[in-house]
């Protein structure tokens, strides 16, 4: 999974609404949600104001759709990801690849959750319950996708998972990305040696 792919989903809606949510998908992810200001979204998408509000009625729904987006296109990609094969050891690992080549590539600039959930500190905010939601629909794919594999504790091993993941995603952007991702191939592969052959 790319940190583009959610534009896919952007497309199936209406040409300026889409190419609005693009711009957001695009500027929000490389200079963050609260530093990007409706006027710039407006003048990137090429649409007029009320246009922009005609779709979105404020900028706070727009976050809202973005981050949604975000998480709807991820989650769908894992869960292909892991039913793409009928072995579900060779699912995890794809899901381990996935990570590893979205941290490797030209542009990627962190986790689009974490830092959503840094510049909304609040739990209770929508978009920090859109990123809960994320980490919980993945926590549940690796739950499961563990609990098919007999794992004897599938959600202490998905809390592993879990923080692999999250570990990967903000250490190959503040750090040493090749020591992040062996490190996350080491914890998947641990996880699936773990399991009942």
């Known amino acids: 999974m790319t940190v583009s792919a959610?534009?896919?989903?952007?497309?199936?809606?209406?040409?300026a609404k889409a190419r609005i949510l693009e711009t957001a998908m695009r500027r929000f992810y490389d200079d963050g949600i609260r530093q990007v200001g409706v006027d710039l979204l407006i003048s990137e998408s090429k649409v007029t104001?009320?246009?922009?509000?005609?779709?979105?009625?404020?900028?706070?729904?727009?976050?809202?759709?973005y981050?949604?987006?975000?998480?709807?296109?991820?989650?769908e990609s894992f869960e292909g990801l892991v039913a793409a094969h009928a072995d579900p050891r060779v699912g995890l690992r794809l899901v381990a690849d996935a990570v590893v080549a979205q941290v490797n590539a030209p542009g990627y600039r962190g986790c689009p959750f974490q830092?959503?959930?840094a510049e909304f500190p609040d739990p209770t905010h929508p978009?920090?319950?859109?990123?809960?939601?994320?980490?919980?629909?993945?926590?549940?794919i690796f739950e499961s996708t563990l609990s098919r594999m007999d794992h004897p504790l599938p959600g202490e091993a998905a809390d592993e998972l879990m923080l692999a993941y999250d570990g990967a995603m903000a250490w190959s952007h503040v750090g040493d990305?090749?020591?992040?991702?062996?490190?996350?191939?080491?914890?998947?592969?641990?996880?699936?040696?773990?399991?009942?052959?």
Do not use: C, N, Q
């Open 6 to 15: 959610p534009l896919e989903a952007a497309r199936r809606v209406a040409p």
């Open 49 to 65: 104001k009320a246009t922009f509000y005609k779709h979105f009625g404020s900028k706070d729904r727009l976050v809202l759709e």
């Open 67 to 75: 981050i949604s987006t975000r998480r709807d296109a991820s989650i």
């Open 115 to 117: 830092k959503a959930a």
């Open 127 to 140: 978009v920090r319950v859109v990123v809960t939601e994320f980490h919980e629909s993945l926590h549940e």
């Open 177 to 197: 990305v090749i020591a992040a991702s062996s490190a996350l191939r080491r914890v998947f592969d641990r996880v699936i040696g773990e399991t009942a052959r």
